[in-house]
């Protein structure tokens, strides 16, 4: 009994639909599911993918650029001036500076 209510929900996550009285072992129709079709539909989806994740990926990548700034024959005026807006950021708002900090001094040797 347990076993078959694991089948029916694992089932029901990837989208499709066991008969009542089914065994494991018959064969297994996959459903439409209207939502992600709906989703791949709709062009802003993917804008707001982008947007989430590119300032995501600038913040984190303070920390390596911070370890290789630090590395010898690396001239580091180029990553304070990509780093800029961020740096005001941080200077503005004191714990955002402290995370900061924090985070940069795991990727430091």
């Not at 804008?47 to 390596?64: K, T």
């Not at 010898?72 to 708002?93: E, H, K, S, T, W």
Request: some cysteine; charged content about 15%; glycine content about 6%.
């Amino acid at each position: 009994m347990e076993d078959n209510q694991f089948s029916s929900s694992l089932a029901r996550c990837y989208g499709v639909t066991m008969r009542a009285g089914a065994s494991d072992t018959e064969e297994i129709q996959p459903t439409e599911l209207p939502d992600s079709e709906a989703a791949r539909g709709k062009p802003g989806s993917l804008w707001i993918l982008w947007i989430i994740l590119v300032p995501l990926f600038y913040v984190l990548s303070i920390g390596p650029a911070q370890r290789l700034a630090a590395m010898p024959g690396i001239n580091p005026d180029i990553l304070i001036v990509i780093y800029a807006p961020l740096r005001f950021v941080a200077d503005n708002c004191p714990p955002i500076k402290s995370v900061l900090r924090w985070y940069v001094d795991l990727w430091m040797p």
